[in-house]
């Protein structure tokens, strides 16, 4: 635990320059200004911070694990007849980030093996299952779980924009960027 808050502490004192954004909310992507170091900073903290119990640790079963529960997500807030604009809003960009992952997915499938396409399978039907006993509930037990979804792991958009830029080489470790 006493890393992760140094992993924290020390990301929130590398500066990034804050961005206005219709979308979701981009932690691998290049904000405005921010240069590889900057990039390379975060993706180490993403990958040096334990990930959820259930999420597979290889980049494409990991991103086709996020891309469900995002998706499982969307489809529980779908099912609200009473969702005012923030639920909407949230829904809107989850489709956003949901589609981000598919095309971050659809880039890196040929280049996968039969055994990592057979990971990300599996690894998308147990988080989509996740969701599956939320949505016979009544719509204030829906509603009050679509609420508390606290999102993914930054882990996951770093994974999907080393998928579709094919890049192989490991990420950079805290030590390789100066936190440890």
Known sequence: ?????????????????????????????????????ARRFREAVAYANPLPRGAPEADYPL?????ALVNGHVALGETLTSADDLDRDIIRLGR????????????????????????????????????????????????????????LPGRCEHAARRLRDNVTTPPATPEEVGLE
């Open 96 to 151: 956003l980030e949901a589609a981000d992952f598919r095309s971050a997915l659809d880039a890196a499938a040929p280049r996968q093996s039969a055994a990592s396409r057979a990971a990300a399978e599996a690894a998308a039907a147990e988080a989509s299952a996740k969701w599956t006993p939320l949505r016979g509930q009544d719509e204030a037990v829906r509603s009050q779980a679509f609420g508390l979804f606290f999102g």
């Open 1 to 37: 635990m006493f890393a992760s808050l140094a992993f924290a502490a020390a990301l929130a004192a590398h500066a990034t320059p804050a961005v206005s954004q219709d979308g979701p909310i981009v932690t691998a992507a290049p904000a405005s200004g921010e240069n590889a170091d």
């Open 63 to 67: 991103v086709a694990w996020c891309e």
